[in-house]
């Protein structure tokens, strides 16, 4: 899916779920920013774009830090061109029992996934509005239906199902759109880690998992990766205040 000239602004692009969905958005044509919180660690990614022969720019931003968001988007809209396309997929996990969560890991990933959403989208939509044409996608999470130990985490991507639904009424006018994709058990770096929390092997805990998924296996980062490019694409311009759960299955 082949649309004019844009630039994409993905949140957590260096790995995992975000250098996929960074590779397939210039693989759709998007200029594409790389934003993480290393700078550097977008080096590889950005690489892989180029390879594919598109664009991109690697740039550091704590995205719960209002002034680095604003610098973000407009080093952005300065190298590459306004922004019109934002994923915002940058997040972190602080798991515990609610009994054992500190105020510092809710408040760790509430800045993040709540606050880095709000703030990256603020400072974006002002190129979309004015371009009459936009798209930003949130990631959300099966977690926001409830998830033992992640109190935090359901509660952030819950709130982001709410954030979306709010945009995409206020903004729809000025023809930005605003979706949610939530998955389910994609392998990455961050589920691998899970599994040696547990004491597995990555093999074993995906086998475990795909037994309770309806088409039999896990997600893969491209799963999600084509999610996005849908909701990116001029296809899905009457599309918004969608929450697409990307899981291989229903849900509860």
Known sequence: MNFPQRTAIV?????????EICKRLAADGCHVAVVDLDEAACAETVAAVEELGGKAIAVGADV??????QAAVDRVASDLGAPTVL????????DNLLFKMSTVDWDS?????????????????????????????NLSSVSALGNRGQANYA??????????????????????????????F???????????????????????????IAVG????PADIANAVSYFAGEAAGFVSGQVLYVAGGPTD
């Not at 719960?64 to 968001?69: F, K, P, R, Y």
């Not at 990933?109 to 974006?124: E, K």
């Open 186 to 212: 994609i392998a990455t770096e961050m589920t691998a880690a899970t599994a040696d929390r547990l004491g597995m092997t990555f093999d074993d805990f995906k086998a475990a998992n795909a037994k309770a």
């Open 87 to 94: 994923v915002n997929n940058a997040g972190i996990t602080r």
């Open 11 to 19: 949140t957590g692009g260096a790995r995992g779920i975000g250098a």
């Open 64 to 69: 719960s830090d209002e002034a680095a968001v």
């Open 217 to 220: 296996r896990v997600g893969e």
């Open 155 to 184: 509660a952030a991507k819950a709130g982001l199902q709410g954030f979306t639904k709010t945009l995409a009424l206020e903004l729809g006018r000025f023809g930005v759109t605003v979706n949610a994709i939530a998955p389910g």
């Open 109 to 137: 990933v509430m800045n993040v996934h709540l606050r880095g959403a709000f703030l990256m989208s603020r400072a974006a939509q002002q190129h979309m509005t004015e371009a009459s044409w936009g798209r930003i996608v």
